[in-house]
């Protein structure tokens, strides 16, 4: 079957208990994931305490 991809769910978030995710952090986490192969497909906002991103790889 061609055009199969992977997912992988991953919460993110500043430290250890939570907190909003400065644009500096977030940068480089979206880097480090595309220099692997990986796609942000969507985020899910849950509050306070962390995100979940989803990410794809082709």
Not at 9 to 15: A, S, T
């Amino acid at each position: 079957m061609a055009g199969r991809y992977e997912y992988k769910v991953e919460e993110i978030r500043e430290g250890m208990i939570g907190g909003k995710m400065s644009g500096d952090k977030l940068e480089k986490v979206l880097n480090a994931h595309a220099r692997q192969g990986w796609q942000l497909k969507a985020v899910e906002v849950k509050g306070a305490a962390s995100d979940q991103a989803v990410w794809r790889a082709s």
